[in-house]
């Protein structure tokens, strides 16, 4: 049970037994939140996969600061000259036919790094074996850091049909640069603008069609950075980012910051004003996915025993790193792989893994009011039980705002008819 307050001052009530939203009144106080306990569903059903991620190489030509490879996170690999080999390719080959959905009209391939494209004769090997084998009903993907986007590269990938292109940009120059450097230190912001620049001016169709971009940040301060100076840029104006990916949260380094429930608020204010002009920014698509969180909640009840479904049933995606171990995608720690192309997945080690999941949600979750809105995930298992209890704080306070927003934008929706 939670209570939020609106802008203009409306007090109103969450109540988690019904997914709810109403009017605060006194007596409500009395009321506490129910206990929940979950149980794991172990069943996986691995035969309905449409995008496979391959991690074709751990090389990079960058050291970006906030790197997860980067050294300075428990748990993960640093970057290194491992590449794929082809006889694990092989076998991922034979594993996509083995676990691609069967009925799906279009089945993915994603090529992923370090830099893919440092093993681009690997990338093009997988390309032949699976377009002699799917045809017309594959696509693949690539995600690049843009430095070795050359133009032989590119005539290379506009060479293929269903090819896209996701190219991390974390802004303008001194947003990029600040973390995006080379190994000498140097930034990498014009180098990939010059690529990028290439791109367009060579295929302005298939620029527009195969670029995508990705974006990288610490704080909801640098999301509104990027939305004042995104469309500055030629190469970037009209192609806002698909994705705005926050950093990893790392509490042993004490000089990280992290957002606040104010400094989210006053972003998120900004962000609903930009969403009632109608302009189309950063912001504004900030803002939706924040009040999407409780648009597209369910309104079944609460029941005192909850089955967990997570990303292990109906498996639609797979990340394969360039061992051939199997993860159900690229933010697990090595310790949580779920097996191996070779043998295939092991139900022994799903299983601990759903387990534990199960005994981490009665610790944490079973009495918490934002239990049914939470998207926190079997990924939390890369933390700590205390680096769990901040990253629980921090969603709760994204939750209230939720909350908060949904709320004013249906009052503003309705005054507006």
């Not at 069943?43 to 980067?70: G, H, K, P, V, W």
């Not at 006889?87 to 036919?97: M, N, Q, S």
């Not at 369910?298 to 089955?307: D, H, T």
Request: glycine share 4%.
């Amino acid at each position: 049970m939670h209570k939020f307050v609106t802008t203009s001052g409306k007090e109103l009530w969450y109540d988690v037994n019904t997914n709810r939203i109403s009017l605060w009144d006194s007596s409500k106080n009395q009321r506490t939140c129910p206990v929940v306990l979950f149980d794991a569903v172990l069943d996986i059903r691995a035969d309905r996969i449409i995008m496979f991620t391959i991690e074709i190489t751990q090389q990079c030509n960058l050291r970006c600061t906030y790197c997860c490879y980067s050294g300075d996170y428990r748990d993960r690999h640093q970057h290194n000259h491992k590449e794929i080999a082809f006889d694990t390719l092989e076998r991922i080959v034979c594993f996509i036919v083995e676990h691609a959905d069967k009925s799906a009209e279009e089945i993915t391939v994603c090529f992923y790094g370090g830099e893919a494209l440092l093993a681009q004769n690997k990338i093009q090997w997988v390309i032949e074996q699976l377009n002699q084998i799917f045809g017309t009903r594959i696509r693949y993907s690539l995600s690049t850091n843009g430095l070795a986007l050359t133009e032989s590269v590119v005539d290379w990938i506009c060479s293929h049909d269903k090819f896209l292109v996701n190219v991390t940009i974390d802004g303008d120059e001194e947003m990029h640069d600040a973390h995006r450097k080379t190994y000498n230190g140097n930034g990498s912001y014009l180098k990939v603008i010059k690529n990028l620049s290439l791109f367009k001016k060579k295929y302005p169709d298939q620029y527009n069609k195969r670029i995508r971009f990705l974006s990288t940040v610490y704080i909801l301060e640098d999301v509104a950075k990027l939305s004042k100076i995104w469309d500055s840029c030629e190469v970037l104006e009209g192609h806002n980012p698909v994705h705005i990916s926050h950093i990893i949260p790392n509490f042993s380094d004490s000089t990280r910051m992290y957002d606040t429930w104010d400094s989210k608020n006053a972003f998120y204010e900004e962000a609903f004003h930009d969403y009632m002009e109608g302009i189309g920014s950063i912001k504004a698509n900030y803002f939706k996915k924040l009040v999407s969180l409780i648009n597209h909640r369910n309104y079944s009840p609460l029941l005192s025993k909850m089955l967990i479904k997570t990303c292990y049933q109906d498996m639609f995606s797979c990340f394969i790193n360039v061992d051939g171990d199997l993860y159900a995608c690229e933010k697990f720690c090595d310790e949580y792989k779920m097996g191996n192309v070779y043998v295939g997945f092991d139900t022994n080690r799903t299983d601990r893994i759903l387990q534990i999941f199960a005994e981490r949600k009665n610790k944490f979750c079973k009495s918490c009011w934002a239990q049914r809105l939470c998207r926190m995930c079997l990924t939390g298992l890369n933390h700590t039980d205390d680096e769990i209890i901040k990253m629980c704080e921090m969603e709760r306070d994204t939750i209230d705002l939720a909350l908060k927003y949904y709320c004013e934008m249906i009052d503003w929706q309705q005054n507006n008819k």
